[in-house]
């Protein structure tokens, strides 16, 4: 099932699939791992739900739900 990062459930995976961030932003992210075909995790969701903390490799990092939302992956779910 195909959906956004920022969609993932507390403790649920996907695999990168698509990733549509501006170029500034991909370069920034690309640092911490977010690549295709990677795994990533979601965390935590603050009370508003932005920003969601995330772990790829060990790394744990928060995005803006306005960038999650452009990162695509696929769950098994």
Do not use: W
């Amino acid at each position: 099932m195909k959906k956004a990062v920022s969609d993932l459930s507390i403790l649920e995976e996907g695999i990168i699939k698509q990733i549509d961030l501006s170029e500034q932003k991909y370069f920034k992210t690309i640092h911490l791992g977010v690549m295709k075909e990677n795994k990533i995790k979601c965390l935590f969701k603050s009370p508003l739900n932005d920003p969601i903390a995330y772990q790829i490799n060990g790394c744990v990092f928060a995005l803006r739900k306005e960038d999650a939302k452009k990162i695509m992956v696929e769950t098994h779910g």
